[in-house]
């Protein structure tokens, strides 16, 4: 979903870059606020996870491929979709350029899509069903809305840059996405989550988000 | 969390990123993304040859993840390159912000 700058005409990749900004500032606040020797070994190898996994696309059919964002899985083990934010400017920052792999005039429209809208969707659909559904389904779901409604706004923001033709864009692009998002977004982030939940509970306990036990746990302790 | 089993945390996704770094020129579908398929679905032929041949904004080193004459080995050198960058500037970054140490 990288917007080459050819996409969209530079005022607008201005203005997407004046809305993404304040998020861009937000998550650095954030990772003055948070960031310790604990949890900067943790983000440094998601960031580094991420990367990688983004350069595997994963083939959907129709002649499609697509790959996870990865914004979702980052703001659930921080327990925040600012630490979403922070990643996925990192990782777009290095694509664009050290790779042309998204435009420079339109990483601010890449950021807000995949760094804020994904992650923010993503985390707060996973917040509010993991108490009915656990963590698992949860972080799946979260993740799949997060990348269809980024796919989505991106779909909105090619019809005002007048690229696409609003709804076949709309179409094609949701279309994609659904089935990317759920391969390439909702498994893979479900898979991690469950894993690092069973094997470092620690790690997601750290959240707000945290599982019921911790409190228990803690009260036994 | 315990500062030492993170660092195994870190060495794991280090191990993980660099296998899949390594693996994605082989196995990675060369199709074009959702975007890209989008595009080639909805816009006119004309104005989609049009598209493809302007330049980026900014040359970058190593465009699609390819080295010059370097095939598959690039590749894999181009992809390895951009995770050790990634984590060299978490790791930076998460330097100058923690003020905590």
């Not at chain 1, 310790?36 to 983000?43: A, F, Q, R, W, Y």
């Not at chain 1, 703001?75 to 290095?94: D, E, K, Q, R, Y």
């Not at chain 1, 898979?191 to 470092?200: H, M």
Request: hydrophobic share 50%; glycine share 12%.
């Amino acid at each position: 979903m990288h917007i080459p700058d050819s996409f969209i005409p530079l005022t607008q990749a201005i203005v997407y870059w004046v809305i993404t900004i304040p998020f861009i500032f937000m998550s650095m606040k954030w990772a003055k606020k948070e960031l310790d020797e604990m949890k900067i070994p943790v983000l440094a190898a998601l960031a580094a996870g991420i990367f990688a996994i983004q350069a595997m696309n994963i083939p959907i059919g129709m002649g499609t491929s697509g790959h996870m964002v990865g914004a979702t899985l980052v703001a659930i083990v921080f327990g925040s979709p600012w630490a979403g934010v922070l990643v996925l400017t990192l990782v777009l920052l290095v694509q664009g350029f050290a790779f042309g792999d998204g435009g420079i005039t339109t990483m601010g429209a890449n950021i807000l899509n995949m760094g804020v809208i994904s992650g923010f969707v993503g985390y707060y659909t996973y917040a509010a069903l993991r108490k009915s559904t656990g963590t698992s389904i949860a972080a799946f779901g979260g993740a799949w809305l997060g990348l269809f409604i980024s796919a989505m706004a991106c779909a909105v923001q090619m019809y005002i840059a007048g690229t696409f033709p609003l709804v076949p864009g709309l179409m094609a692009m949701g279309t994609y996405h659904l089935i990317i998002g759920f391969i390439g977004e909702g498994l893979i982030t479900a898979v991690v989550i469950t894993a690092i939940a069973k094997s470092r509970p620690d790690l997601l306990e750290d959240s707000f988000t945290a599982r019921p036990e911790k409190s228990k746990k803690e009260a036994h302790a | 969390m315990s500062g030492k089993s993170n660092m195994k945390f870190l060495y794991a996704g280090i191990v993980v990123a660099l296998l899949l770094s390594a693996l994605a020129p082989f196995l990675a579908s060369p199709d074009p993304d959702g975007l890209e398929s989008a595009a080639g679905g909805v816009i006119e032929e004309s104005k989609m040859s049009e598209l493809e041949e302007m330049e980026p904004a900014v040359s970058s080193p190593m465009p699609d993840y390819t080295i010059e004459g370097m095939g598959k080995s690039g590749e894999v050198m181009a992809i390895a390159a951009g995770t050790i960058a990634v984590l060299v500037i978490s790791l930076g970054f998460g330097k100058i912000f923690n003020k905590k140490a």
